[in-house]
């Protein structure tokens, strides 16, 4: 068996890519990377020749080498088959001096789509026999739709979904509780995200709650920590860097930037990934919101949790620890996993570390990074579509106003990642380009009036779950979440009392 994958912080970690992706994980709080990455690349004259569908099977053979030909191509097929509203899947626009690389074209508005629509279909590939996997998701607003939708239906898989009852905007909260399909589980919880996601660990880590769903039952994780969401996302950079080259942007081997709004780190990640396996990336310039830490990082070499958490208005980048950094401080130590485990000690202990003055050095050879408050995403979504009549969404617009503050340093063709649809954060978006101040209590109206102004459509699924039913309406405490897990266990996989209410 091709045991290719190791964790960044125990490099006697062997496993294969179908294990990574059940497992999530390490045991030892590790990410799962693979350590030869860069060292035989992609053909990118081969690539430049491909549709957004075999570009992604070429990636997927090369990172995910245990998966045969045929369980790829199948899973790429399902997966974007027919669920996103565009048939180049991620497209890129061009706008004044930049190109926009459009990535919420699928059925929830968020590019987390791309990750979950087919990690889902891996997964269905990594289950053998009667084994059955209950995916277990906390989440601040786009995940958990996107994972919803990924996994509905699915034989013998089960998604469980936690929010902070009242701490997602009222389209998630409709986005997701009238979710369909007979496996899916929506639940509310009287805390904040950190509570959900805190409680979404213990019981990952609750050894008798493993015992008791025994041998056939796991339980696995659809954040960006599992491999199986994160490489689907190197696709659509080389995708988009064909997409210049076809339509004469540049020539094939030309150097490009990206810009990615960034809160967990997976995004931009996925291009780093993309540059080892041969893309000719010059700097990626990585954007966060109010919450800096990043940026500061970049500075001094020192990331430090210890600070002021704030809610913004770009709410997908509220992060306080971006868990997939640690990924890339693995590469950039030259894998020196001993490193990065005391890297993460020093994190859980103290709340912060400091890297060495090379490693750092290391990082901003490939990575610009900057910050962008409130008020610059509400002047940049104005600006933009005043000047250009292209709109943007708040985390996308967190991108632009950093990007900008890059290009007065380097005039390489830039690609700004577009994370979600405007009209899924319409609030922020109505406050910059509407007259008067949006209705809050009428975000349908609110979309409709930002439409007609713009000359822009609602997509579909964002305008159509207003008509829909409510099917999940559970409202838990935090302290109730696990026996809450274990009776959808029983439900879903053993069709056990379905007269209860989800
Ligand atoms: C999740 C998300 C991000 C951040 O992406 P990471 O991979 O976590 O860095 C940015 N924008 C939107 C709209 C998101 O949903």
């Excluded at 496996?183 to 995200?193: H, Y």
């Excluded at 509570?195 to 696995?220: E, H, M, P, R």
Aim: charged share 25%; glycine share 6%; aromatic share 10%.
């Amino acid at each position: 068996m091709n045991t290719n994958y190791t964790s960044t912080r125990d490099n006697s970690v062997h496993l294969s890519a179908k294990q990574a992706i059940k497992k999530g994980f390490a045991d030892d709080k590790g990410l799962f990377v693979y350590p030869e990455l860069g060292q035989n690349q992609l053909n990118l004259n081969e690539i430049l020749k491909l549709n957004y569908h075999d570009i992604a099977k070429t990636v997927l053979a090369k990172l995910l080498p245990d998966f045969s030909k045929e369980e790829i191509d199948e899973s790429v097929e399902q997966a974007y088959r027919n669920s996103f509203d565009s048939d180049k899947i991620t497209p890129v626009v061009d706008v004044d001096n930049f190109h926009v690389l459009e990535l919420f074209h699928g059925p929830t508005s968020a590019f987390k789509d791309v990750g979950l629509q087919l990690l889902p279909q891996l997964m269905k590939h990594v289950l053998t026999d009667d084994n059955k996997v209950m995916i277990l998701t906390a989440t601040s607003g786009d995940t958990g739709k996107a994972a919803l939708e990924g996994f509905k239906d699915l034989p013998n898989m089960g998604i469980t979904v936690f929010y902070p009852d009242g701490g997602v905007s009222k389209i998630q909260k409709l986005q997701m509780t009238t979710t369909g399909g007979s496996n899916t589980r929506v639940a509310a919880i009287r805390g904040n995200f950190d509570d959900a996601q805190t409680n979404v660990k213990l019981i990952f880590n609750d050894q008798k709650l493993k015992d008791q769903l025994g041998d056939k039952v796991s339980l696995s994780s659809a954040n960006s920590i599992n491999i199986g969401r994160l490489i689907p996302q190197v696709v659509y950079y080389f995708d988009a860097y064909k997409q210049l080259v076809n339509n004469g942007a540049i020539k094939a081997g030309d150097k490009v930037n990206f810009t990615v709004p960034t809160g967990n780190f997976g995004d931009v990640l996925a291009g780093y990934y993309a540059k080892l396996l041969g893309l000719p990336v010059n700097k990626f310039v990585v954007a966060s919101n109010e919450n800096n830490v990043l940026a500061n990082f970049f500075e001094t070499g020192v990331y430090d949790r210890n600070r002021p958490f704030f809610q913004t208005v770009a709410p997908s980048m509220d992060i306080q620890i971006s868990s997939n950094f640690e990924r890339l401080l693995y590469y950039k130590s030259g894998e020196d996993t001993a490193y990065i485990k005391q890297l993460m000690d020093d994190l859980e202990d103290s709340g912060k570390y400091r890297v060495s003055k090379d490693v750092l050095k290391a990082i901003q050879k490939d990575f610009y990074c900057g910050y962008s408050t409130d008020d610059e995403i509400e002047a940049a979504i104005r600006d933009v579509y005043n000047q250009n009549g292209y709109l943007m969404d708040p985390h996308t617009a967190a991108g632009y106003k950093v990007m900008r503050d890059y290009q007065k340093l380097d005039d390489t063709p830039m690609i700004l990642l577009s994370t979600a649809s405007p009209y899924k954060f319409v609030k922020a978006v109505a406050t910059a380009v509407l007259p008067e101040e949006a209705d809050s209590d009428n975000v349908l109206q609110t979309m409709k009036d930002l439409s007609t102004k713009t000359k822009t459509a609602i997509p579909d699924n964002l305008a159509k779950v207003w008509e829909l039913p409510v099917r999940h309406e559970t409202v838990i405490d935090k302290s109730d979440m696990e026996s809450y897990v274990k009776a959808q266990v029983e439900e879903v996989f053993y069709d056990k009392d379905q007269s209860s209410s989800h």
